[in-house]
């Protein structure tokens, strides 16, 4: 049940990013697709969260890289 | 013939036994140091209060708090009385945006200005008084003395050889840059094997703490050398935790979640487990001398997210963003 609730609420998350992330609607620019990935990274190692929720966020990060380097 | 077997057995498993016994007989036994809480003053004004508190410094008289969330520096009395704030948002002089880590040597408050990408110098009266750009965004600023600062950068994930510690004199020139960080094909798991703390030590001498899967603690001249390696006593133990998503599934061994060096001892607070699987914050120091033994443990009374100690005293922030502070009775 609570590997469900995890699972539910990551997919959530990612799926939240990957429809809402602000920097994929407009840029198309790499570079500035880096410089946001690096501000996402930062912010989430600077959360001083636990672990897992830091991960989550690190990889949506990621996600949101691969999304707006793609322009998609 | 099995009888012989049988018996040299059992000498090999005595022989270990002792062996074992004589060694922890050697190692000094671990103290458990108690504490207790100081009051803090409430504190009411809304410039006060703590938002995202996410470093620490000390000197003789003050304690300063980085707030990322106000982009502001809050100046507190020793017994945690709000004294005033240095900084806002912006990018100008004197302007901050997430200031991430603090220090303070000769009267001089230098501030790691993460996404301005500099590191900002303010006087006592908090005005502005010099800086430098820094081509990363700053994580931590530490003077090492009155002429150099070390600003450590985390690593952009990009699988390029990055350089996490960074020298600079106080006019901004690169003196050394160091320590390459990991890099493989997951950067999310790159990313905790890279995380470190450094404790500024004495005479510029600083070391870096591993947050995960490194037992040992770096020592680094004020130059950059590499002076030594402190193999840790294992009886600050290692708290395992299994990242997620199968595939990718790799085991991080959680070591440290905030440390501190305060004369000649490094505190180094335990990652706990969190609702099962996950680390959080711990409640229990380790008191661990400069050749790595264990002397005493602190229990404290809440998980601790930063602290730094000065003397008998901790100056801690709690899982509320609060300031907490403890006196340390041996």
């Known amino acids: 049940m609570k590997k469900l609730a995890v699972f539910t609420l990551a997919v959530l998350v990612l799926v939240s990013a990957a429809l809402f992330f602000p920097t994929s609607l407009a840029a198309h620019d790499v570079n500035e697709c880096f410089k946001n990935h690096q501000d996402c990274r930062e912010n989430a190692l600077n959360l001083d969260a636990p672990w897992y929720k830091v991960m989550i966020i690190l990889t949506v990060c990621d996600f949101a890289l691969g999304k707006c380097a793609l322009a998609l | 013939m099995r009888r012989e077997r049988s018996l040299i057995m059992a000498v090999i498993v005595v ?4 062996f074992a016994a004589a060694r922890a007989a050697d190692r000094p036994g671990v103290g458990k140091w108690k504490v207790v809480e100081v ?15 996410i470093a620490l410094a000390l000197d003789a008289d003050h304690l300063y708090i980085v707030d990322a969330q106000d982009c502001a520096v809050k100046i507190f009395s020793k017994d945690g009385e709000f004294l005033r704030a240095v900084g806002r948002k912006g990018r100008g002089p004197g302007e901050l945006s997430f200031p991430s880590g603090v220090s303070v040597i000769g009267g001089r408050l230098y501030v790691a200005d993460k996404f301005n990408y500099r590191v900002q110098a303010f006087d006592r009266a908090g005005k502005p008084c010099g800086g430098f750009s820094v081509p990363f ?24 050889a990055e350089k996490m510690l960074h020298i600079y004199d106080v006019g901004g020139r690169l003196r050394w840059e160091g320590l390459e960080a990991q890099a ?15 404790c500024p030590g004495e005479g510029g001498d600083f070391f870096v703490v591993f947050r995960s899967g490194e037992r040992s603690i770096l020592h680094f001249a004020g130059s950059g ?14 708290q395992p935790m299994d ?11 959680g070591f440290c979640w905030a440390a501190a060096w305060d004369r000649g001892f490094f505190y180094i607070s335990a990652p706990a487990p969190v609702e099962g699987k996950d680390l959080g914050p711990g409640r229990f120091l380790s008191v661990v001398d400069r050749e790595g033994c264990l002397t005493a443990s602190i229990e404290l009374p809440c998980p601790v997210h ?22 340390v009775v041996r």
């Open chain 2, 15 to 18: 022989s270990l036994t002792v």
């Open chain 2, 39 to 53: 009051a803090v003053p409430a504190n009411d004004a809304d410039e006060a209060y703590l938002g995202r508190p």
């Open chain 2, 137 to 160: 965004a700053p994580d931590k600023a530490w003077a090492l003395t009155g002429e150099t600062l070390l600003v450590t950068s985390n690593p952009t994930g990009r699988p390029t």
């Open chain 2, 184 to 198: 493989s094909s997951d950067p999310v798991f790159d990313a905790f094997r890279n995380m470190i703390l450094v």
């Open chain 2, 225 to 238: 050398a590499l002076v030594g390696k402190i193999p840790v006593d294992e009886r600050h133990a290692f």
């Open chain 2, 243 to 253: 990242l997620p998503f199968q595939g990718l599934r790799k085991r991080l061994l």
């Open chain 2, 306 to 327: 930063r602290f730094v100690v000065e003397g008998g005293r901790i100056y801690a922030v709690d899982d509320d963003g609060g300031l907490r502070i403890f006196e």
